[in-house]
Structures are given as C-alpha cells and as structure tokens.
Nanobody
C-alpha cells in the first residue's frame, strides 16, 4: 500500500488549502480513508475520515471549515481546508486502516498569523 500526499504549503490565517492523497495497492472502493495531523510536541490526531460509503467524520476543531472527499475512479482522497488558523499548522498524513494501518509520508501545512 502506498499513500502519496501532496498540496501542503504556507498560507496566511483565513486562507485555504486543498490536500490530496493518491492511493495504490489498496482496494480503494472498499477502504476507509482519513487525514490525521501532528503538530510539534503533540500527538497525532484525526482530522477527518470518509468510509467507502461516503460517510464522513470530523474533529470538532475543524468542523465547518474542512471537507473530506474521495474519488473512487482516480483513487484519491482530498481535504479541502478553509478559514485556516495558526492552530492548524501541522504535518498532515493520509491514512487507511484497510488491510492494516498505512500512513502516507506527510505534507507540511503552515498557517501564519
């Protein structure tokens, strides 16, 4: 299983970013996919997940600002993030529990105040 994340960068507070994760080696249509993040000194935390049926779950800290979506043709999962604030600064990881626990390499998101 390979998860290739992209789309991170630096943005000012109030700005937007879209992260993308391309999955291979997984039966994508059947796989729950998710995004987690880890800020320096903090534990890795769930940001959003989406099941194979399209059901979504969001951390309270991002509800209303973040949307997770999936494309079962391209085997990709996206994380649209709006109204970003400095507390969103972290390394963001793509994740799937399908067949085990697999993590992407992470992509840095930095929000400046």
């Amino acid at each position: 299983v390979q998860l290739q994340a992209s789309g991170g960068g630096t943005v000012q507070a109030g700005g937007s970013l879209t992260l993308s994760c391309a999955a291979s080696g997984v039966n994508f249509r059947l796989a729950t996919m998710g995004w987690y993040r880890q800020a320096p000194g903090n534990q890795r935390e769930m940001v959003a997940t989406i099941t194979s049926a399209g059901y979504t779950n969001y951390a309270d800290s991002v509800k209303g600002r973040v949307t997770i979506s999936r494309n079962n043709v391209r085997n990709t999962v996206a994380l649209q993030m709006n109204n970003l604030n400095p507390e969103d600064t972290a390394v963001y990881y793509c994740y799937t529990p399908w067949g085990g626990k697999y993590w992407g390499q992470g992509t840095q998101v930095t929000v400046s105040s």
